[in-house]
């Protein structure tokens, strides 16, 4: 059985920075890229980016600057940098495994990790 564990969230102050980590264990054969998620209560799922295990990456609308996804294909992680954190990205972080190399498919998601940035 696949399993994501991501960690590394917190409280945070504004301006502040973390480094998100998400762990695969199990990882299939099939295994394409991973991608990181976040989720505010009330609101819908936002993509923040995906990364192949080869290092191609994707980042989605308004993520560019002040995030940065990150792969260790030898050890199964991947990671998420966060710089000058505002109190709007307070929400669940969650990472997610994609088999699919044509589309933005995920087949396995983590539990999440909780991020709070006081203001």
């Known amino acids: 059985q696949v399993q994501l564990v991501e960690s590394g969230g917190g409280l945070v102050q504004t301006g502040g920075s973390l480094r998100l980590s998400c762990t695969v264990s199990?990882?299939?054969?099939?295994?394409?890229?991973m991608a990181w998620f976040r989720k505010v209560p009330g609101k819908e799922r936002e993509t923040i980016a995906d990364?192949?295990?080869?290092?191609?990456?994707t980042y989605f609308t308004g993520s560019v600057n002040r995030f940065n996804i990150s792969r260790d294909s030898a050890k199964n992680t991947v990671g998420l940098q966060i710089d000058s954190l505002r109190p709007e990205d307070t929400a669940i972080y969650f990472c997610?495994?994609?088999?699919?190399?044509?589309?933005?498919?995920?087949?396995?998601w983590g539990q999440g990790t909780q991020v709070t940035v006081s203001s």
């Open positions: 997610a495994h994609r088999s699919s190399r044509g589309s933005y498919e995920y087949d396995y």
């Open positions: 199990k990882r299939p054969f099939s295994s394409y890229a």
């Open positions: 990364i192949t295990w080869n290092g191609h990456i």
